[in-house]
């Protein structure tokens, strides 16, 4: 069965530094996503992105996050300067037909 | 406003007894609704979902779950639980290929 792939599954970085999580959706989706989830918190939306551009993003996702499809089938989000409260578990997810599949996550740790 | 509420943040049963997780939304329209499962340091597996039509819906690992519309709810059931049942498990809702939107979730323990 087709699943979305994400590395790495634990990111440990330093505040200030940048960070790119990698997720492979599913093959013939055309909807990506990411979300984060804090310890303890509820999952939260971050951006959408359909037809190679942004289709929705949330006040979380300012001037520091952007996302990329550099080649086709990987679906990157980047941090540019990472700060302590980014420190959650980030979750992709692909979509064709209106429901979402999620990958496993990246534990992502900022000290 | 969107959202999503699940009452319960904690529920505990007894393996073989019956399960209701609740769930009750706030949308302009009739959303999409989805139940995910989330066990400890995983990601989530979609359980079932509701677009349209019957309103009662089969999912996964013996999983039901009922839209009623004029209670704004999606309540998720099981006849009888087994100890691996035991997890986090989120209500959300979605207008088609938007942002889903999320409950906090309700964790349930499974007693032997």
């Known amino acids: 069965e087709p699943e979305v792939t994400q590395t790495p599954s634990h990111q440990v970085t330093q505040m200030g530094q940048e960070v790119i999580l990698r997720c492979v959706p599913i093959?013939?989706?055309?909807?990506f996503y990411w979300y984060r989830q804090i310890l303890g918190q509820k999952v939260e939306f971050l951006v959408s992105?359909?037809?190679?551009?942004?289709?929705?993003k949330s006040e979380i996702f300012d001037d520091q996050f952007s996302v990329e499809r550099p080649d086709g089938s990987n679906f990157t989000l980047k941090i540019r300067s990472t700060k302590l409260e980014d420190s959650a578990m980030y979750f992709c997810?692909?979509?064709?037909?209106?429901?979402?599949?999620f990958g496993p996550g990246t534990r992502l740790t900022v000290l | 406003a969107q959202s999503v509420t699940q009452p319960d943040i904690h529920i505990t049963v007894s393996e073989g007894a019956s399960l209701e997780l609740r769930c009750n939304y706030s949308?302009?329209?009739?959303?999409?609704l989805f139940w995910y499962v989330q066990s400890p340091g995983q990601g989530l597996q979609l359980l079932l979902k509701?677009?349209?039509?019957?309103?009662l819906v089969q999912g996964i690992k013996g999983f039901e779950a009922e839209f009623k519309r004029s209670q704004s709810s999606f309540n998720l059931r099981k006849p009888s639980v087994h100890w691996s049942d035991a997890a986090e498990y989120f209500c959300?809702?979605?207008?088609?290929?938007?942002?889903?939107?999320f409950g906090a979730g309700t964790r349930l323990a499974v007693h032997p």
């Open positions: 997810a692909s979509s064709s037909t209106g429901e979402q599949f």
């Open positions: 093959s013939n989706h055309l909807y």
């Open positions: 992105f359909y037809n190679n551009e942004i289709s929705e």
């Open positions: 949308y302009g329209a009739t959303p999409y």
């Open positions: 509701y677009f349209s039509g019957d309103t």
């Open positions: 959300a809702l979605s207008g088609g290929y938007n942002k889903l939107i």
